[in-house]
């Protein structure tokens, strides 16, 4: 009888715990990249890991050549995406890895070979998707992922000298819904 009620006693302790272990925080996101014609151009999917944020970026039908790849400010992509506004940038920092620690936003140029496809991953330790830090990509107004006709020089402020934007997604919380409302 003695142990029977242990038992219980520490199974509601073990429960208590996996609950304070839970992150309070979206553990995947995702966005479904449109062009500006709404042509599904690509996805990126979003992980949190312990110090940063995994996207794996999906593209096709995309022009060949180098593209710059950022993190923009408001979760809004409507043609020609000014929509999404300037790189996340929490921080306050200047544009561009050559300049300093630059934006949230800041990643890597894409090559997309003739093809137009390309799968890539990428790493960004500025961002994370638990709400209520201030580098949320999960703050008020959300957050998008862009891609723009020309490369980032990684210097130039406010946006790397990019050019055009010419696909962009709003990022969502979950695992990308293959053949949903957003895949088209
Ligand atoms: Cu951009
Ligand atoms: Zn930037």
Known sequence: MSLLKYLGVVGTAALVTAGLALPASAETANA????????????????????????????????????????????????????????????????????????????????????????????????TLAKGKPNSVFDADGSAVVIHAGKDDYKSDPAGNAGDRLACGVIGEGAATVGGPQAR
């Not at 408001?74 to 000014?82: L, Q």
């Open 32 to 127: 479904a990249l449109k062009d500006k014609t709404g042509k599904s151009v690509g996805t990126v999917e979003l992980s949190q890991t312990p110090a940063s944020v995994l996207l794996k970026l999906s593209l096709k039908g995309m022009p060949a050549g180098e593209h710059a790849f950022h993190i923009h400010a408001v979760g809004k992509c409507e043609p020609p995406f000014e929509s999404a506004g300037p790189h996340f940038n929490p921080g306050g920092k200047h544009h561009g890895i050559l300049s300093g620690e630059g934006h949230a936003g800041d990643m890597p140029n894409l090559h997309v070979p003739a093809s137009g496809q390309l799968e890539v991953e990428v790493i960004n330790a500025a961002i």
